[in-house]
């Protein structure tokens, strides 16, 4: 049996459905899989959505990072931790010293993640450390398309190189979002806590990579137009605290942390996503869920955002609050326009599927056990 580890620094919800089903797929090959994890901590925490497995071995060690700037370095855990194992997954991430650590070492070792630098200013230090990780690693797991294509501009052997089509369980929340389709807008409304009227969804967490701030100024901006929208938040962070005014003119309707279920309920009673941050797994979830995002243009969405078929499935305006309450107002003010780009994105629910993620991963894992020999007996 050939134990697979996978490191992470936490372990988000929308994490475990992948790592789960990862699990038992290797499990009926006569691997196992274990994955290694510290605890969230500073926003993380704060976005309240960390998980402890249940059905995948899942070691937690103590978490020990250095903020450097604006730059965080997780120094924890070290070698011994993945010493049994034979093939290590560790994040393509310039601050992260165990991946170097790993990388360094006898045991076959794969990188996952964005590749480039979309949701930070890049840097020359970062880009020499990401291009070493890259040509380092045994093999590449990028998020996207564009990921691979600059793994392969790093210099990457292409055999080494897998695009993962990143995204989430969309597959449980299309099923749960066709089954809320059974009940009455007016029963779901209820259960939600929400009057009639337009209302957007905004799902996430309540921190600076959401640029709540600009959330908050485009509130105002519809306030003082007198525009009819509404807001239902799904999430929580430390910067919630800049919605209070609009929680209290009745604009905005928090209701915490939103799983699969509550996301389903607001796909009822909602007629688009609001996401003026960063766009990263909320634009496949958001084809699950037959809803336009409405977003701004920005330089630091994850790589997610090249899913979206701007003015087909999904609304990019001026990075502004005024053109952002314009978009918004417009799909409140035209709602054939707002049907329109809901059947577009609800055309695609299918396309960004955990199940072919889970495929390619897999193929990339058993790859690494072929090149390393058969793996000793436990």
Known sequence: MAQIVIVQPYVPVYRS??????????RSNGHELVVLSGEPDGEQRERRDSVELADVRHRIFETRSVKIGPKTVRTAPGPSAWAAADVVVVELAAGAIYSYRAL??????AVWGHVGSYV???SFTSRVLRRWQVRRADAVLAYTPSGGDIALSFGADPAKVSVLGNTSDTGALRRAVLAARERSEEEARAEIGVRDGPYFAVIGGLDASKRVDLFASTLDVLWERRSPARFVVAGRGHLEHLLEAAIRRKQVHLIGYAGTREKALLARVCIGVFNPGRVGLIAPESFALGLPIVTAEWAFHAPEFEYLRPGIDSLVADDSPEALAAALHELVTRPEEAVRLARAAESRADEYRLEEMVDRMQRSVEQLLRRSGPAPSR
Do not use: I, K, V
């Not at 459905?17 to 290797?26: I, Q, V």
């Not at 360094?104 to 070792?109: A, I, M, R, Y």
């Open 17 to 26: 459905a992948l790592f789960s089903e990862l699990g038992r797929r290797l």
């Open 120 to 122: 930070n200013r890049d």
């Open 104 to 109: 360094l070492g006898s045991t076959p070792t």
